[in-house]
């Protein structure tokens, strides 16, 4: 059974610093690896999609990669903003196309 | 990108009432939608796999009778919780697949949020 673990489970650093947020998973046959925004009480947003092929994808100032080996992803934030405050959501895509997320970590950024 | 519209957004219902949740395309064609159910401070947990024409596969442990899901088209989905109760208080959220390769990317509602009395 696939398993998503994501840390740290909360995280707070000051305006500016980078930071990198940390995803494994225990089943390396996946198809795709997808990093989301959660805000409070809101839906997702999708970040960076990454295929199993791929090493890593990038959108402005955040930079995600995957090692299906290791069976990790990182997802790196630089120059953060107090509006990068949100809770991150890694998730793998199985056999199946089933979605099985990670319990996220609930970055606040302070200005 | 593509849209999906979920409704409503909030829900308060009283203990032991039925309450229908809506998950639409707007802009393609979804042969899966898939929902999903999440408790405050903790991740989304995959409740059942709806295709069109077909009956929904519940994730074990999740209660079909409890939970009726119906995907009458291929733009639309809907999760009825039924006689619902506190306990089902929580946030539900659908996504939806555009193509039928299992790896297509998903497309997630904005959620509704429960809450039972």
């Known amino acids: 059974k696939q398993e998503v673990t994501q840390i740290p489970a909360a995280l707070s650093v000051p305006e500016g610093e980078n930071l990198v947020l940390n995803c494994s998973f225990t089943d390396s046959a996946i198809y795709n690896l997808q990093w989301f925004r959660q805000d409070p009480g809101k839906g997702l947003t999708s970040l960076l999609l990454?295929?199993?092929?791929?090493r890593e994808q990038t959108s402005g100032r955040l930079n995600a990669s995957l090692d299906k080996s290791s069976g990790r992803s990182t997802l790196y934030i630089a120059a953060s903003q107090p509006g990068d405050s949100a809770t991150y959501l890694c998730?793998?895509?199985?056999?199946?196309?089933?979605?099985?997320f990670g319990q996220g970590t609930e970055l606040s950024v302070k200005p | 990108g593509a849209v999906v519209s979920q409704h409503p957004s909030r829900v308060i219902c009283k203990s032991g009432t039925s309450v229908k949740i809506e998950c639409r395309s707007l802009d393609f064609q979804a042969t899966t939608m898939f929902w999903y159910r999440q408790f405050p401070k903790q991740s989304l947990m995959l409740m059942a796999t709806?295709?069109?024409?077909?009956?929904?596969?519940?994730e074990q442990g999740v209660e079909k009778d409890k939970f009726l899901i119906n995907h009458a088209s291929l733009t639309l989905s809907t999760l009825t919780v039924t006689s619902a109760h506190p306990e089902d208080s929580s946030f539900y959220i659908c996504?939806?697949?555009?193509?039928?390769?299992?790896?297509?990317?998903?497309?997630f509602g904005s959620g509704t949020q429960l809450s039972v009395l």
């Open positions: 996504s939806a697949r555009a193509g039928g390769a299992t790896n297509e990317k998903l497309f």
């Open positions: 990454i295929q199993s092929s791929q």
């Open positions: 998730a793998v895509y199985n056999q199946g196309g089933k979605l099985i």
């Open positions: 709806s295709n069109e024409g077909s009956k929904a596969t519940y």
